[in-house]
């Protein structure tokens, strides 16, 4: 990528669609920025005004991309992309002659968080022990709006993604608290996925779930930021429970997820909800249920689960995507 190659690089949630700038092949992302799902028509509209605000503004020749990647949260099959989590859509086609594009790379945004990992700096991870080399097959999972799974594998030719839609894969009690938990929550959701419970949109759902089995009526949902809030103050016992529980099922999932891939060189777990968890995260029963598989304890024993603290870690992986085609 040299100058008149500029790249833009996108990861675009159910929330949230950050941006930024790519020079050259392996550069670093630059003009980041993140803007609001909600305050724009659609991507075309979004990418507009990303550009608009960058020194010079969108029609500065030096800082026009010819050439884009964009993540993006949902399933990626043909020309038309629609979005689980968020009312944006968008055909392939019309978004890069709109832009003026000459190439636009589409991919799911968990296969580029994936490719991101054997990039990754020691300063864009935290791990209860070392940090290890990638090497092998990685899983990622990152609770966020929804709840993404990825994994990526390498090869003779370089690291390979693999995109799925994991998060969608029904949950898995471990215990009879848990039996009951779900039991409940399948009164209101027939089929209860991992993502009904482990995201942004399902921690409501959960804390409702937890609240009720202790005998506490809600007078009205709290969203899933305050139930985060609550809990890590301790201003609340429910929200509390809320986040033991949660971080207990992510971590049974993970192990599934792990096992799944054959991940033995590590799964990182990525989105926006467990890096606001800090030490609580850490102090929880998570390592203990992602090792908890009966007969393949001493498998995934062997599995390190890494933390990534950096939010933006995915337009590298939708860069390395892009530099790949």
């Known amino acids: 990528m040299n100058r008149d190659g500029l790249c833009l690089v996108a990861d675009v949630g159910g929330s949230n669609a950050r941006f930024g700038l790519v020079e050259r092949a392996g550069g670093p992302i630059l003009h980041v920025r993140s803007l609001p799902v909600a305050a724009h028509a659609g991507l075309a509209e979004a990418v507009e005004a990303y550009l608009e605000g960058l020194p010079g503004g969108a029609d500065a020749r030096p800082l026009r991309p010819r050439h884009a990647a964009v993540a993006v949260a949902t399933a990626v099959a043909g020309d038309m992309v629609e979005f689980t989590n968020s009312p944006w859509g968008f055909s392939i086609a019309a978004a890069r002659e709109g832009l003026g594009l000459e190439r636009l790379l589409v991919l799911n945004d968990f296969e580029a968080l994936a490719l991101s990992l054997p990039r990754l ?16 097959t990685l899983a990622v999972i990152g609770p966020g709006t929804g709840l993404g799974v990825g ?16 998060g969608h894969a029904t949950l898995a009690p471990a215990d009879d608290f848990e039996s009951e938990l779900l039991a409940l929550v399948r009164r209101e959701h027939a089929h209860v996925s991992a993502e009904r419970l482990l995201s942004g949109i399902g921690l409501p759902v959960l804390h409702a779930a937890v609240a009720r089995l202790g005998g506490q009526a809600l007078a009205a949902p709290l969203a899933a ?11 609340d016992a429910s929200c509390a429970q809320t986040l033991d529980v949660f971080c207990a099922l992510l971590g049974g999932f993970a192990g599934s997820v792990a096992l799944t891939l054959g991940a033995r060189g590590g799964v990182y777990i990525g989105g926006g909800i ?20 009966g007969r393949f304890r001493s ?4 599995v390190p689960t890494v933390l990534i603290t950096d939010t933006l870690a995915a337009l590298s992986g939708a860069a390395l995507a892009l530099e790949q085609v």
């Open 151 to 166: 994994g990526v594998i390498q090869t003779a030719h370089g690291w390979v993604a693999l995109p799925g839609e994991g």
């Open 274 to 293: 467990v890096p606001r968890l800090g030490d609580r995260f850490f102090a929880s029963r998570f390592r203990e249920r992602f090792e908890a598989k």
């Open 121 to 136: 700096r020691p300063d864009q991870l935290r791990g209860s022990g070392g940090l290890p080399t990638p090497q092998g």
């Open 299 to 302: 498998y995934l024993e062997a």
């Open 225 to 235: 930021e305050q139930i985060v809030e609550n809990g890590i103050a301790g201003q």
